[in-house]
């Protein structure tokens, strides 16, 4: 497999699926924008597309902003996008809105059984706006959609012409129009006239899972904070199927939270993670009460290298899908290693 990809070749067919999100957003003067646009509109307005010789079809699925998308709409998407595959379709391609993208791509990396490149956009800035920049990001990500290098990748994020693997990409910024880094390994590859360049090829991380019912299910993410007793985590602990704690550093907590979780993780798994962002949380340099050794010792379960949020959606799932805490533990030493 060659590293860099040709255009598209002539005939290939995309599927773009629109959700809501920035890209998607109008409102007159005074009122703040809402999702109103179809997926028939984004194409539209986007120069070049037809020169690219994709055929493109739409499908209108949501019409939310990013924050109100849940489990249940992306099992639903994984489904319609498999059938768009299996009409005909070379790749597919979603737009939705920024806020959620980190976790929604990393979800349906973990779901898409196919070869076919999934590929999720945005735009940091909606259609009435100078610089908006949806057209360029749809355009982007429908030639990384078609592109037969972009193949077995899993789910690829496309924005400022950048390619980023799911299992990465973080919104970084909460306006910068180049708001999504990759800060352990940086852009898998990038888009420059009009031609994909896959540069490196991320490892793929389907997940080996009947996912049923997702929406049913309760997890969380929580931070530890200086001070922290453990008190919080105590009450929101209760009543989930799963936590992942986000500690400070290379996944430390205070002493005075360590008999809670302790306690969370006797009756529920409870994933150790960093609130950092970059970098693996640790498991034997440091040994205090709280420390990354002392809380794995306890039987909390490694995030690895996936940061809170990844993990917290791959506990999920693992969750949904009714895996015991063996095989939890398992999937998050395979996925978390971040080969
Ligand atoms: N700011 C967000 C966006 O860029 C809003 C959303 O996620 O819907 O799309």
Same mark, same amino acid.
């Given at each position: 497999?060659?590293?860099?990809?040709?255009?598209?070749?002539?005939? &290939? #067919?995309?599927?773009?699926?629109?959700?809501?999100?920035?890209?998607?957003?109008?409102?007159?003067?005074?009122?703040?924008?809402?999702?109103?646009?179809?997926?028939?509109?984004?194409?539209?307005?986007?120069?070049?597309?037809?020169?690219?010789?994709?055929?493109?079809?739409?499908?209108?699925?949501?019409?939310?902003?990013?924050?109100?998308?849940?489990?249940?709409?992306?099992?639903?998407?994984?489904? +319609?996008? &498999? &059938?768009?595959?299996?009409?005909?379709?070379?790749?597919?391609?979603?737009?939705?809105?920024?806020?959620?993208?980190?976790?929604?791509?990393?979800?349906?990396?973990?779901?898409w059984p196919?070869?076919?490149?999934?590929?999720?956009?945005?735009?940091?800035?909606?259609?009435?706006?100078?610089?908006?920049?949806?057209?360029?990001?749809?355009?982007?990500?429908?030639?990384?959609?078609?592109?037969? +290098?972009?193949?077995?990748?899993?789910?690829?994020?496309?924005?400022?012409?950048?390619?980023?693997?799911?299992?990465?990409?973080?919104?970084?910024?909460?306006?910068?129009?180049?708001?999504?880094?990759?800060?352990?390994?940086?852009?898998?590859?990038?888009?420059?006239?009009?031609?994909?360049?896959?540069?490196?090829?991320?490892?793929?991380?389907?997940?080996?899972?009947?996912?049923?019912?997702?929406?049913t299910v309760?997890t969380a993410?929580?931070?530890?904070?200086?001070?922290?007793?453990?008190?919080?985590?105590?009450?929101?602990?209760?009543?989930?199927?799963?936590?992942?704690?986000?500690?400070?550093?290379?996944?430390?907590?205070?002493?005075?939270?360590?008999?809670?979780?302790?306690?969370?993780?006797?009756?529920?798994?409870?994933?150790?993670?960093?609130?950092?962002?970059?970098?693996?949380?640790?498991?034997?340099?440091?040994?205090?009460?709280?420390?990354?050794?002392?809380?794995?010792?306890?039987?909390?379960?490694?995030?690895?290298?996936?940061?809170?949020?990844?993990?917290?959606?791959?506990?999920?799932?693992?969750?949904?899908?009714?895996?015991? &805490?063996? #095989?939890?533990? +398992?999937?998050?030493?395979?996925?978390?290693?971040?080969?």
């Amino acid at each position: 497999m060659p590293p860099y990809a040709d255009p598209p070749p002539a005939g &290939r #067919r995309v599927t773009v699926f629109s959700l809501g999100g920035t890209i998607a957003m109008t409102g007159g003067p005074g009122s703040g924008v809402v999702p109103t646009l179809t997926a028939a509109d984004l194409v539209a307005a986007v120069p070049g597309l037809a020169g690219t010789g994709v055929t493109v079809r739409v499908h209108d699925f949501r019409r939310l902003p990013g924050a109100s998308l849940g489990f249940d709409d992306l099992t639903a998407l994984v489904t +319609a996008a &498999r &059938r768009a595959v299996d009409d005909g379709a070379d790749g597919v391609v979603v737009t939705q809105g920024t806020d959620t993208i980190e976790e929604t791509a990393f979800a349906l990396d973990l779901l898409w059984p196919y070869d076919a490149p999934l590929v999720v956009t945005g735009a940091m800035r909606n259609p009435t706006l100078a610089g908006a920049d949806g057209p360029a990001n749809l355009l982007a990500a429908v030639t990384v959609a078609a592109a037969p +290098a972009a193949r077995r990748t899993g789910c690829l994020v496309v924005l400022g012409d950048e390619i980023h693997a799911a299992r990465w990409v973080r919104k970084t910024h909460t306006t910068s129009p180049v708001a999504f880094r990759s800060p352990d390994v940086g852009p898998v590859g990038l888009v420059a006239e009009g031609r994909p360049r896959i540069l490196t090829r991320p490892a793929r991380h389907r997940l080996d899972a009947d996912v049923r019912d997702p929406g049913t299910v309760r997890t969380a993410v929580l931070p530890v904070v200086l001070g922290d007793d453990g008190a919080t985590l105590r009450r929101a602990g209760s009543g989930l199927d799963g936590l992942v704690v986000a500690g400070f550093g290379v996944g430390h907590v205070p002493a005075a939270a360590v008999a809670v979780l302790t306690d969370l993780a006797a009756g529920m798994p409870v994933v150790l993670a960093s609130r950092i962002g970059a970098g693996p949380v640790l498991a034997g340099t440091y040994g205090f009460p709280g420390s990354e050794s002392d809380l794995l010792s306890r039987g909390l379960i490694s995030a690895g290298t996936l940061d809170c949020y990844k993990a917290r959606i791959l506990l999920h799932l693992l969750v949904a899908a009714g895996h015991d &805490r063996g #095989r939890i533990t +398992a999937t998050f030493a395979t996925i978390g290693a971040g080969d």
